[in-house]
């Protein structure tokens, strides 16, 4: 328990200490005019109070990430606590903020958009088909994954492709009507059920009898069934991907960012919903090691039941909050993944149109981009859910990484202090770049050259910057001199 409290305390200092000094680094102009206001057009740009901000942009980076994906990271046990909290604090927070606020300087404008005003167009090219297919992955996880859960709860009344018919319908309305008529009014309800359970959650835990893991030299190590299939290191920093850093958060900040009338408040939308994820993340992790007796009975249950987290998503809420806990589980479990999925969807169309400089502000506009990518979605639901994500979950973090050193060149260039993101950049890189390389739907190499290779690129990675950010310096530091000469002759 004194790790539990200790961490969610850790987390909250650092969103009130760590959030400061971003928000300071950044530089925030709070009588500036917003996108929100510039652009209003009804749809997208429209101005939303910061309380419904918060809530819509928590359920929208929340989805299953720090519930399915605590309850996978804590089978290696109390190191996911470690990873949650300095993973949150240290690149996830310098990640949600700094993109989030780099939308809002500029215009609103999507993920890939930013990446390339800072990495140049052939960066902005394979960010535009890289954020994409994200986004599609996404959409199409969290539209067969809750079809599934609600057709296990159900008990088969409608069937799966059923289930997945109806949320195909939900996720075009969501896509489609502007933000304010739709969105603005539902997720509140949602991300307000999903913080109700995680507080449910965390009371029964104090007042049952449950022992939870502490965080000790015994404990910090790899407790899965089979370590050397499953190594902590990168595995574990994949896994626990929402609830640590996660690329897809940049993928949504955009939207929020065109709903934002003050620059000020950007630290409580993007910083404060990653920290309160983060704390979500931690309590499903404490949950998870203890419903089942340990992080080994946690490991066997989940090697009984197919390693479905669903399932024991739902085991531990029913049976630890009761009827109440099946309603929960029901707006938590099965509503929060399908409001990222649907948002998903929506940056997506607004990527594309960013893309062609298309106007959103008819709805038939709209439909032209929306099509396509629900019949692409739908199309991916034939193939295994299990490799759809797998292959999520190392995109996803790849993407992180490219923001994390998009927001290292822009601190860089602009003379702040760019070693808040260089060092999540460094860390990053080498995780994603171990993980494709020994992992199973990689290239499955043995780990010792896994590990090499994945830190000769990373050490490149950073050459790269350096060389960059001197050759940057000298095209500034000449260009007076260049002035000087060309007024002389």
Request: proline share 4%; with cysteine; charged share 10%.
């Amino acid at each position: 328990m004194i790790t539990l409290l200790l961490s969610i305390v850790t987390l909250i200092l650092g969103y009130f200490i760590y959030g400061r000094i971003l928000e300071r680094v950044f530089g925030v102009e709070r009588s500036a005019s917003t996108p929100a206001t510039r652009l209003a057009d009804g749809v997208d740009f429209v101005v939303l109070p910061t309380w419904r901000i918060f809530l819509i942009q928590f359920l929208n980076i929340a989805g299953l990430g720090p519930i399915f994906g605590a309850i996978a990271g804590a089978m290696y046990g109390p190191s996911a606590f470690l990873w949650i909290v300095l993973g949150s604090i240290f690149a996830g927070m310098v990640h949600d903020y700094f993109s989030g606020m780099l939308s809002l300087r500029h215009d609103g404008q999507s993920i890939s958009e930013v990446v390339g005003i800072y990495m140049g167009k052939g960066a902005r090219h394979v960010m535009r088909v890289f954020t994409l297919l994200l986004l599609i992955f996404v959409g199409t996880v969290f539209l067969v994954g809750p079809a599934k859960i609600i057709d296990g709860m159900t008990g088969n009344i409608l069937s799966l492709w059923g289930w997945v018919g109806v949320i195909l319908v939900y996720y075009v309305l969501s896509t489609l009507l502007p933000i304010d008529k739709f969105i603005s009014k539902l997720y509140p309800v949602f991300g307000i059920a999903m913080l109700l359970m995680a507080i449910g959650l965390i009371g029964a835990l104090f007042i049952g009898d449950y022992h939870i893991p502490e965080l000790t030299t015994t404990t910090l190590r790899n407790m899965t069934s089979n370590p050397e299939a499953t190594p902590l290191f990168p595995m574990l920093f994949v896994t626990i991907a929402c609830g640590a850093v996660s690329g897809f958060h940049s993928t949504q900040s955009p939207l929020m960012a065109r709903c934002m009338g003050n620059e000020g408040s950007g630290k409580v939308i993007f910083s404060g919903t990653m920290i309160t994820e983060g704390v979500v993340a931690l309590i499903w992790a404490a949950v998870s090691m203890t419903y089942f007796g340990s992080v080994e009975g946690l490991n066997g249950a989940m090697a009984d039941n197919n390693n479905n987290a669903a399932w024991a998503a739902n085991e531990i809420s029913v049976q630890m909050l009761g009827p109440l806990g099946g309603i929960l589980a029901l707006l938590g479990i099965v509503a929060a993944p399908i409001t990222s999925g649907d948002t998903a969807f929506r940056s997506a169309r607004l990527i594309l149109a960013d893309i062609f400089k298309l106007s959103q502000k008819k709805l038939v506009q709209r439909l032209y981009i929306s099509l396509p990518l629900f019949v692409i979605a739908f199309a991916l639901t034939q193939i295994d859910f299990a490799i759809i994500w797998r292959y999520f979950s190392w995109s996803n973090q790849t993407l992180a990484t490219i923001v994390l050193w998009t927001i290292t060149v822009y601190l860089s260039k602009q003379g702040k202090s760019y070693w808040v993101s260089l060092v999540p950049s460094v860390f990053m890189t080498m995780v994603c770049s171990s993980y494709i390389l020994l992992a199973p739907e990689g290239f499955s190499i043995a780990h010792t050259p896994a590990y090499l290779a994945a830190a000769v690129l990373t050490v490149g990675s950073v050459i790269a910057f350096f060389w960059s950010r001197k050759s940057h310096h000298n095209r500034v530091t000449e260009a007076p001199e260049l002035e000087e000469q060309s007024a002389i002759n």
